[in-house]
Structures are given as structure tokens and as C-alpha cells.
């Protein structure tokens, strides 16, 4: 009796270090789900996931290892992980129309490893996006640390860009890469797909010529995952890519992780370099929830799809409409969930993101094409991305798209008082409280459940 009445607190009535702290984490958990319930999130690379994919990431599978392939685990108890597991890439398959898919990575960034061990070695040349030009991270420089350089021992070099077009330059391209040929330091991989991502990139244009240099072709659908599976982008297996690699979570449906994508002759090369080579467990519980996403995505992901691009680019014609300069305007402004705003004119990336925070309204700074050349960085970009895939998976349409707008030039351009437009925003939200594009949606998307 006294041992469990001092694990409570002590005979003073004062609670223990360890029960404050536990109480402060619960406590931070629950404003947050309060916070983005009553929030905009537009974080591009966010989404929501239902009820259903919720349930499969408390199950048991959390606690448990399946090393290796189905049917070739290296521990017992797998019986009904395997069930699971071929179930995930029987689906994977399907939706991206792959031959092979690997769907044990546990995230995006593992995915693109996996890629970088299974056909590069250290000191080979990878051609990819820079930042600026929509790269990700995962695809940069040693001297920037991103993780090709960094963990892979790759050398990077970038493609040419169209600032204007808002996509690679093939023709400057194809210069590049004869020159570094020329060098002897011909790519061993071409890594196309990124983070700022408004319009497909020329993968049929440039296939052929990459093959004709025998360099590996890997599509980054990180972003575009959903969109892809919905119909709505580029196909980029068809259209020559080798492998593709991407995150489960950002237009797809699914809980934060990684999927890597292929055709048989890539299977080996790929299953070794995913274990032993990068995971030891796959995190089992994201890979169950991976399967309700995907199957979630088969018998809803087209009509979504269209959803997102519709909303993205009337938030983009909205918000040209209210004053900003919204890039890719020559082109529509945007064929992804993605926009991206110049905001210079009005003040930095950094403050722009931070005042809007003040009004609920979650975006992230974003190096624009031209930002290095000015002198700016990452910390103060001249631009800000937002995505809809929240806001749509929420059920929010075109006429809140034009709120969600001008809700923006309240907070940058008509400098209004940030607590009042936050009012505002709390009440466009009330009714976008459950995940739509599911099977199950019962519950409420930011419901914080106590199971304690
Ligand atoms: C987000 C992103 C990743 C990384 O994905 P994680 O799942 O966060 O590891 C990789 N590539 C691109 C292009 C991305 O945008």
C-alpha cells in the first residue's frame, strides 16, 4: 500500500520529479491535438490519418520483431505479421503498379538510402535537385550534410533549372552531364522527385538519355505519392524511371514511413540493402498501418487526388487574387497539392511563417530559385510552401480555399490584429473536425484518446 501511494506522491503530498514530468508530457500531448484542431496546417509534407490507421498503430505488432521476409523471418511469432506484411505489398503493388515493392523502410530518407546502397557505392556522382530548385535534404551534399554526401560518400552534382518553368532544364541537363562525362565522372544515379515540387518533372524527356549513359533513374514521390496513385501527377514507372522511392504520409494516407518500389530485377539488390543493411526492425505497427493506408488509398485515392490539385490551385488563385506573387503563375501556379509564395516584398520567409503562427495558421519558410544568388538562407528565404492534403483530407473544398486565402492577407498584408484572426480560423474549423476518404471516420481526426 505505501509503495503504490509514494509512486503517486510523497506523504507531504508533494507529486515525484518523474510524476511531474509524466504529467507535463501527457499535458503538452493534449494541447496539441487541441492546437491543430483549431489550426490551418499547411505544412506541405503533413497530412492526417483516420481512425483505422490509428487503431493498427496501437496493435501489438509495435512490440514485436519480424527481421527478414515473410516466410523467412529469422524469429517465430510471425504468423500473422506475415499475413499482414504480404497483404501491405500485394497493395503497394497494385497502387503503383510495381512489380516489386519493399514496403519495410521506415521512412522516406531510409527508402532513399536503400537506393543509394543497393546501386551507387561511395565516391560515385549522383545527379539531383538542389534545395533551392526543390531538392530534398536526403539528396544533398556532404558539405551541407545531407545525406547522400554525408552517409553515402556521394558526390553530388545538380541538375540545370527553370526558374521560370518552375521544373529541370533538360537541354542544359543533357550539357551537364555530357561534360561530367567528358570528367570521367559520369552519374551513377539520377535522382529526380523533391520537396518543392509544383509541376511533374521531364522523366520521359530525359529517360533515354540517362539509360544510353547507364545511369540509374530513381523518382523521389516523397510528396507526390497520392497524387500519383489518385492519377493526378506523372507515372513515373511508365514513363522510365528505374525504381521509386517515397514517404507514406505526406498525399498518401499513411503513418510516417517509407516505401521503395521497383521491378524484379531490382528486388535482391533492394531486399539486402533494406535488411540487414538499414533496418533491424521495420517498426511493424507503422508497416500494419501502411497496409490500412494503402487499401484506404485504393478505394478512395482518385477522387482525393482530384480534390487536393483543385484546392491547391484555387488557394493559388485566391491568393494571387489578394495581392501575393505566387510562383509558376505562366503555368497554372501549381499541378501538385504544393504552392509556393514569394514573399519577399512583404517581409522574410522566417517572419512570414511566425506571424502567421500567431493566427493558427501553420506554414513553413521555404528557399525559393534565386534565394542563394541574393544572399539569402534557409533561416531568412524569400519564400514560404504550403500544401492542401490536410485540408482536403478534411473535407475543405474550393469556397474554403478562397477563406483560407484571405485569411493569409489579413495576418501579412493588411497587418491585422493576429488574436482576432485567429478567432476566425478557429471558426472555419469547427466543422472539419473527421477524416473524409475513409472507410471508418467515426471518431474525430485530432481526437486525443486516453487509454490510461
Ligand atoms: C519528405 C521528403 C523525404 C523524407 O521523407 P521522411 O519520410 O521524412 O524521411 C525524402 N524526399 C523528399 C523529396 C521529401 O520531400
Redo the contacts with the bound molecule.
Keep these: 500500500m505505501k509503495a503504490a501511494r509514494s509512486a503517486k506522491g510523497s506523504r507531504t503530498g508533494k507529486t515525484s520529479p518523474a510524476r511531474g514530468a509524466y504529467g507535463r508530457i501527457f499535458g503538452a500531448l493534449r494541447d496539441h491535438n487541441k492546437l491543430f484542431s483549431e489550426s490551418l496546417p499547411l505544412i506541405a509534407?503533413e497530412n492526417i490519418i483516420s481512425p483505422a490507421v490509428r487503431e493498427a498503430l496501437l496493435s501489438d505488432f509495435g512490440n514485436r520483431y519480424a527481421e527478414g521476409w515473410p516466410g523467412e523471418r529469422v524469429y517465430a511469432g510471425c504468423a500473422h505479421i506475415d499475413e499482414v506484411e504480404i497483404e501491405c505489398m500485394r497493395l503497394a503493388k497494385k497502387l503503383f503498379r510495381a512489380e516489386f515493392a519493399d514496403v519495410r523502410p521506415i521512412?522516406?530518407?531510409?527508402a532513399?538510402l536503400a537506393i543509394y546502397s543497393a546501386f551507387s557505392s561511395p565516391g560515385d556522382v549522383m545527379i539531383a535537385p538542389s534545395i533551392p530548385a526543390g531538392g530534398?535534404i536526403?539528396h544533398g551534399k556532404r558539405e551541407h550534410s545531407g545525406t547522400a554526401g554525408l552517409v553515402h560518400g556521394l558526390d553530388i552534382e545538380f541538375y540545370a533549372f527553370d526558374a521560370k518553368e518552375m521544373t529541370i532544364d533538360v537541354d542544359e541537363t543533357k550539357k551537364r552531364v555530357r561534360g561530367l562525362k567528358k570528367a570521367g565522372r559520369t552519374p551513377k544515379i539520377a535522382m529526380l522527385?523533391?520537396?518543392l515540387f509544383l509541376f511533374p518533372h521531364p522523366v520521359a524527356e530525359l529517360a533515354s538519355f540517362f539509360k544510353s549513359h547507364k545511369i540509374h533513374i530513381n523518382y523521389?514521390a516523397?510528396?507526390v505519392a497520392g497524387l500519383i496513385v489518385g492519377g493526378r501527377f506523372q507515372d513515373p514507372l511508365r514513363e522510365g524511371a528505374d525504381t521509386m522511392t517515397l514517404?507514406t504520409?505526406?498525399t498518401l494516407f499513411g503513418p510516417?514511413?517509407?516505401l521503395v518500389l521497383g521491378s524484379k530485377g531490382h528486388a535482391e539488390a533492394i531486399k539486402r540493402a533494406v535488411f540487414p543493411g538499414l533496418t533491424s526492425s521495420h517498426h511493424i505497427h507503422h508497416m500494419a498501418a501502411k497496409a490500412v493506408a494503402f487499401a484506404e488509398a485504393l478505394e478512395f485515392g482518385r477522387k482525393y487526388a482530384a480534390q487536393v490539385v483543385s484546392n491547391a490551385r484555387r488557394l493559388a488563385q485566391e491568393l494571387s487574387a489578394c495581392g501575393f506573387h505566387v510562383l509558376g503563375e505562366g503555368r497554372g501556379f501549381t499541378e501538385s497539392h504544393q504552392i509556393a509564395v514569394d514573399v519577399w516584398e512583404h517581409a522574410d520567409g522566417g517572419k512570414v511563417e511566425a506571424s502567421l503562427e500567431e493566427a493558427n495558421i501553420i506554414v513553413n519558410r521555404q528557399l525559393i530559385p534565386g534565394d542563394i544568388k541574393a544572399g539569402r538562407n534557409y533561416f531568412h528565404p524569400g519564400g514560404i510552401r504550403m500544401g492542401v492534403s490536410e485540408l482536403t483530407r478534411l473535407g475543405m473544398g474550393g469556397a474554403e480555399m478562397r477563406e483560407v486565402a484571405e485569411l493569409i492577407r489579413d495576418v501579412i498584408i493588411d497587418k491585422k490584429d493576429a488574436r482576432r484572426v485567429k478567432s476566425a480560423v478557429k471558426s472555419l474549423r469547427r466543422d472539419y473536425q473527421k477524416a473524409r476518404y475513409c472507410f471508418d471516420g467515426r471518431r474525430d481526426a485530432y481526437e486525443y484518446i486516453k487509454l490510461r
Aim: cysteine-free; proline content about 0%.
Design positions: 509534407s521512412s522516406g530518407v531510409v532513399n530534398h536526403s522527385g523533391g520537396s523521389d516523397a510528396h514517404s504520409h505526406k510516417q514511413g517509407g
